[in-house]
C-alpha cells in the first residue's frame, strides 16, 4: 500500500510528463482496436460470405472430394447426416447440396458454369447468398421440379428471363452425358462476375434423378454455424458422430476455401505486425518517461537506501509507478475509444465511393462499409498487452534505480 501510495505521488509531480505518456499508451489501445477491430469485422464478413456461396463453414463429403471434386464422389445418405448436425450445439443450418460442373444452352447459345441443387424447402436467404440477391422472379418452388436461378449476367449472354427454357448437360455419376430441360423462374445479381456468369440453382431432386443419385444422394452437407471460432469444435463433433458406412471426410471452411484462408492469414499477419511496431513506440515511450524519472531522482532514491529500503523494494517501487502509468493510460484509451467503437461498429465508414460496391477479395465480395466488430478475447488481448508492455518498459529503469549507490548520489546533489 505504501508502494502505491509513493508512485502515485512520484507520478503527480511531472503531471505533463505523465498525462502525455499516459495519452500515447490511450493511442496505442485506440489503434489496437481500430487495428483489431476492422480485422475481426472484414475477416468475418469475407468468411461468412464466402460460406454461404455454397460449402458451409463446415462441410461433409465423400473422402477425397475436396482434393478432386467430382460427381461421382457423393453421400448416400445426407439426410441422415443433416439430421445428425443440425443437432449438434451452435448449429444453425444444414444443407445437403449437389454442385458442379455443367454447359448450360439456350437456342443457339451456350456457355459453361457450375450448378449448384438446393431443396427450396430447406433455403433461405440467411445461409444462400444467392436467395438474398434475386433481382427478377423467383426461386422454383419444387425440388423436383424444373425450375431454375439464373446468374444476371449468364441470363444476359444467353438472352435468357423468368419463363423462358434452357438445356443443362452434365456428367452423371457413371461417365456418361446427360441433359434436361428446365425453365428459368428467376435471375440474381450478387455483383461478383464469376457468379453472375457462372452459377446457376437448380432444384436438388431434379439433379439427383438426372445424375443417378439415390433419394437421399449429395455431393456435400453444408453445416453453418453462428459463431465461426466453434467450426473446430463442431467438425470434431461431427466426425465422431459419422457412420462407417461410408469413408467420408469433415473440412472446415479453411480447408475448402484454402485461398480465402491464405489471404485471411497474410493480412492478419501484416496487422499484427503493425500493432506490434505501434506497441513497441509506445513502450519506448514509458522507458523514457520512467528512465528520465529515475536519473532525476538519484539523491531520492539514495536517501531511501540509505535509510534502510532495499534495493529490491526501489525496483519495484518503480515498476509500480510504470504499471499505474498503463493503467491510468488504458482509462483514457478506454474513454478515447469507445465513442469511435460505437460510431463504428454500428454506422462504420461507406468507402464504396474508392472501391466500388463490387469489390472482391480471394474471389470473395468485401462489404465496401469499414466497420469494426471486437470479440472479446481480442479486447482481453489488448488490454493484456499493454500491461504487458508497460511492465516490460519499467524492467531496465527499475534496474537502474535499484542500483543506485547511497553515497554517491546523496553527494552529486
Given at each position: 500500500?505504501?508502494?502505491?501510495?509513493?508512485?502515485?505521488?512520484?507520478?503527480?509531480?511531472?503531471?505533463?510528463?505523465?498525462?502525455?505518456?499516459?495519452?500515447?499508451?490511450?493511442?496505442?489501445?485506440?489503434?489496437?482496436?481500430?487495428?483489431?477491430?476492422?480485422?475481426?469485422?472484414?475477416?468475418?464478413?469475407?468468411?461468412?460470405t464466402s460460406t454461404i456461396m455454397g460449402l458451409g463453414h463446415v462441410s461433409v463429403a465423400e473422402e477425397g472430394y475436396n482434393d478432386r471434386p467430382s460427381?461421382?464422389?457423393?453421400?448416400?445418405?445426407?439426410?441422415?447426416?443433416?439430421?445428425?448436425?443440425?443437432?449438434?450445439p451452435r448449429v444453425t443450418g444444414a444443407y445437403p447440396r449437389i454442385m458442379g460442373q455443367a454447359m448450360f444452352a439456350a437456342g443457339a447459345k451456350s456457355?459453361?458454369?457450375?450448378?449448384?441443387?438446393?431443396?427450396?424447402?430447406?433455403?433461405?436467404?440467411?445461409?444462400?447468398?444467392?436467395?438474398?440477391?434475386?433481382?427478377?422472379?423467383s426461386l422454383f418452388a419444387e425440388a423436383d421440379g424444373r425450375g431454375a436461378l439464373i446468374g444476371a449476367e449468364m441470363a444476359k449472354k444467353l438472352n435468357?428471363?423468368?419463363?423462358?427454357?434452357?438445356?443443362?448437360?452434365?456428367?452423371?455419376?457413371?461417365?456418361?452425358?446427360?441433359?434436361?430441360?428446365?425453365?428459368?423462374?428467376?435471375?440474381?445479381?450478387?455483383?461478383?462476375?464469376?457468379?453472375?456468369?457462372?452459377?446457376?440453382?437448380?432444384?436438388?431432386?431434379?439433379?439427383?434423378?438426372?445424375?443417378?443419385?439415390?433419394?437421399?444422394?449429395?455431393?456435400?452437407?453444408?453445416?453453418?454455424?453462428?459463431?465461426?471460432?466453434?467450426?473446430?469444435?463442431?467438425?470434431?463433433?461431427?466426425?465422431?458422430?459419422?457412420?462407417?458406412?461410408?469413408?467420408?471426410?469433415?473440412?472446415?471452411?479453411?480447408?475448402?476455401?484454402?485461398?480465402?484462408?491464405?489471404?485471411?492469414?497474410?493480412?492478419?499477419?501484416?496487422?499484427?505486425?503493425?500493432?506490434?511496431?505501434?506497441?513497441?513506440?509506445?513502450?519506448?515511450?514509458?522507458?523514457?518517461?520512467?528512465?528520465?524519472?529515475?536519473?532525476?531522482?538519484?539523491?531520492?532514491?539514495?536517501?531511501?537506501?540509505?535509510?534502510?529500503?532495499?534495493?529490491?523494494?526501489?525496483?519495484?517501487?518503480?515498476?509500480?509507478?510504470?504499471?499505474?502509468?498503463?493503467?491510468?493510460?488504458?482509462?483514457?484509451?478506454?474513454?478515447?475509444?469507445?465513442?469511435?467503437?460505437?460510431?463504428?461498429?454500428?454506422?462504420?465508414?461507406?468507402?464504396?465511393?474508392?472501391?466500388?460496391?463490387?469489390?472482391?477479395?480471394?474471389?470473395?465480395?468485401?462489404?465496401?462499409?469499414?466497420?469494426?466488430?471486437?470479440?472479446?478475447?481480442?479486447?482481453?488481448?489488448?488490454?493484456?498487452?499493454?500491461?504487458?508492455?508497460?511492465?516490460?518498459?519499467?524492467?531496465?529503469?527499475?534496474?537502474?534505480?535499484?542500483?543506485?549507490?547511497?553515497?554517491?548520489?546523496?553527494?552529486?546533489?
Amino acid at each position: 500500500m505504501r508502494l502505491n501510495t509513493m508512485a502515485w505521488r512520484s507520478l503527480s509531480r511531472n503531471r505533463r510528463r505523465t498525462l502525455i505518456t499516459s495519452l500515447s499508451v490511450a493511442l496505442g489501445i485506440f489503434l489496437a482496436v481500430t487495428l483489431t477491430g476492422s480485422g475481426d469485422y472484414s475477416y468475418t464478413n469475407m468468411i461468412n460470405t464466402s460460406t454461404i456461396m455454397g460449402l458451409g463453414h463446415v462441410s461433409v463429403a465423400e473422402e477425397g472430394y475436396n482434393d478432386r471434386p467430382s460427381l461421382s464422389r457423393w453421400l448416400r445418405d445426407a439426410g441422415g447426416l443433416r439430421d445428425t448436425a443440425a443437432g449438434l450445439p451452435r448449429v444453425t443450418g444444414a444443407y445437403p447440396r449437389i454442385m458442379g460442373q455443367a454447359m448450360f444452352a439456350a437456342g443457339a447459345k451456350s456457355a459453361g458454369g457450375m450448378f449448384m441443387g438446393i431443396d427450396p424447402a430447406l433455403e433461405g436467404t440467411e445461409h444462400n447468398f444467392f436467395l438474398r440477391s434475386v433481382v427478377a422472379g423467383s426461386l422454383f418452388a419444387e425440388a423436383d421440379g424444373r425450375g431454375a436461378l439464373i446468374g444476371a449476367e449468364m441470363a444476359k449472354k444467353l438472352n435468357l428471363r423468368p419463363g423462358r427454357k434452357m438445356v443443362i448437360t452434365v456428367t452423371d455419376k457413371d461417365g456418361e452425358l446427360a441433359s434436361e430441360l428446365l425453365r428459368i423462374s428467376g435471375v440474381f445479381r450478387t455483383g461478383d462476375h464469376a457468379a453472375d456468369s457462372g452459377i446457376v440453382l437448380v432444384p436438388l431432386n431434379r439433379l439427383r434423378q438426372t445424375l443417378g443419385y439415390g433419394p437421399g444422394g449429395a455431393t456435400l452437407l453444408a453445416v453453418y454455424t453462428d459463431d465461426l471460432r466453434r467450426v473446430a469444435d463442431i467438425r470434431a463433433t461431427l466426425a465422431g458422430k459419422l457412420s462407417s458406412g461410408q469413408e467420408m471426410e469433415v473440412l472446415t471452411w479453411r480447408e475448402t476455401q484454402a485461398d480465402l484462408a491464405g489471404l485471411i492469414a497474410v493480412d492478419r499477419l501484416f496487422n499484427y505486425l503493425m500493432q506490434l511496431l505501434v506497441g513497441l513506440v509506445i513502450a519506448a515511450g514509458i522507458m523514457n518517461t520512467m528512465l528520465m524519472s529515475v536519473l532525476e531522482r538519484g539523491r531520492e532514491f539514495g536517501i531511501m537506501l540509505a535509510v534502510g529500503m532495499a534495493p529490491s523494494q526501489v525496483a519495484r517501487l518503480v515498476l509500480v509507478e510504470s504499471l499505474w502509468l498503463g493503467c491510468l493510460g488504458v482509462v483514457l484509451g478506454i474513454v478515447l475509444t469507445a465513442p469511435w467503437f460505437y460510431y463504428m461498429s454500428r454506422t462504420g465508414i461507406d468507402l464504396s465511393g474508392l472501391v466500388g460496391e463490387d469489390y472482391s477479395a480471394g474471389g470473395v465480395l468485401v462489404d465496401p462499409v469499414l466497420k469494426l466488430r471486437l470479440f472479446r478475447e481480442s479486447a482481453l488481448a489488448i488490454l493484456a498487452s499493454v500491461f504487458l508492455l508497460t511492465l516490460a518498459a519499467g524492467i531496465y529503469p527499475a534496474i537502474r534505480a535499484g542500483r543506485v549507490l547511497p553515497a554517491q548520489s546523496i553527494k552529486e546533489k
